[in-house]
């Protein structure tokens, strides 16, 4: 590296933002993740140790995936050599292969992959690394912020262990905020900034775990604060509220958040909690899910878990799903809180759920018997000489509009299959089949006095 390069370098990391400039380069300086880089613990001996397996780091943003790769990339004898799955392609990654086997033949030193957001890459870009990894010439380091069960190809994840990072607390981040205003070298320690406890309180909450929302947010409420006749920047809470502008809601509709917030969702409905209903709701609509994927899980969840305690629930379910299509978002967002809080606050009961899954299996399962010869209709001749509709009651012939007969093939006769529940209209439904089952059993008696 020439003089020039050296200086461009220099500015390069003087001008990064706060959250750059902060990135830890020791284990010793990093924040979180106890459960893995603690003291004793597996990964951090690992680091330590230089003897690495392949992995993928996966955890949400700003939890320190990537700050944990280039604490490996300082730490190890390896070359280390780093790509983003955004920008390179499999032409990339052959060089970089082709690089580690001559450095590897040359000097007997390894090589770690490390492939920011893993998860963009295809199968095909995934397949060109996995022989290099299988064999040795290359240790690969994954990042994702996606389930890696999902997005990472099993023979790929098969030869790698997957690490967990958790989101980082709020008194973590609070210790990663005090560090860069004290921080002389790298942070805010030169230009004397005091945070008030409100505003730090806030920078917190909202920065929703991610650290690097944090830092950097810091970082533009400090600059754009004019200094006071001491020279010290006073950070208020209107500052930083400024300087966020709003939550950064970290969400992907394809990915794991999509569907842990919507079990929330369902799951908040099925306990009859409003509240937490309207919240993971909220959650889902603000950070831009489709409003008709969660009106099609409404609908699901008034037949799963109302069913028949609430007929109505169904109907309110698909009113939303109209609305949504009539006025759009965000007025139609309302239409979902409405019907999402009827459903929360609706009897429950999982019967017509429970009745359809033994129907499922007796289906699959039992005899595929045909229609009995009474319950079929004679359209032709032939038909009805054969015995089609033969000896068929009308039910509307007999009192009560009730009659018994067999509606089942011979090797079912008898079995029920739907059991109301006693919550809402489905005490009326098992009253009133209680009801009916004494008037054919009354019938069904007389019948055989009479024959």
Known sequence: MDMFEKQFEELKKKEAPLAARMRPTTLGEF?????????????????????????????????????????????????????????????DLR?????????????????????????????????????????????????????????VISPLLSRARVFTLKPLTEEEIGAIIRGALQD????????????????????????????????????LAAMTTLPDKDGKRHISLPIIEDALQHRALFYDRAGEQHYDLISALHKSLRDSNPDATLYWLARMLEAGEDPLYIARRLVRAATEDIGMADPQALVVAMAAQQAIHFIGIPEGNLALAEAAV????????????IAYSRLQGEVKNGKNEPVPLHLRNAVTRLMKDIGYGK??????????HVVEQQDLPDSLKGRRFYFPGELGYERQVAERLKTWRTIKKTSGENRQKTG
């Open 342 to 353: 009827y459903l929360a606050t609706a009897p429950k009961s999982n019967a017509l759920y």
């Open 184 to 219: 002389k070298e790298r942070g805010l320690g030169n230009i004397s900034v005091e945070i008030e406890d409100d505003a730090l309180k806030q920078l917190i909450t909202v920065s929703n775990s991610d650290a690097r929302i944090a830092l950097n947010a810091l970082e």
């Open 391 to 400: 000896d068929y009651k009308y039910a509307h012939d007999f009192p009560g």
């Open 31 to 91: 924040v979180g993740q106890e459960h893995l880089v603690g003291p004793g613990r597996v990964f951090r001996k690992a680091i330590e140790s230089g003897q690495l397996p392949s992995m993928v780091l996966w955890g949400p943003p700003g939890s320190g995936k990537t700050t944990l790769a280039f604490i490996i990339a300082n730490t190890t004898a390896s070359h280390f050599s780093s790509v983003s799955a955004v920008t390179a392609g499999v032409a």
């Open 95 to 151: 060089r970089i292969i082709a690089e580690a086997k001559e450095r590897r033949k040359l000097y007997q030193q390894k090589t770690i992959l490390f492939i920011d957001e893993i998860h963009r890459f295809n199968k095909s870009q995934q397949d060109a690394v996995l022989p290099f990894v299988e064999d040795g010439t290359i240790t690969l380091i994954g990042a994702t912020t996606e389930n890696p069960s999902f997005e």
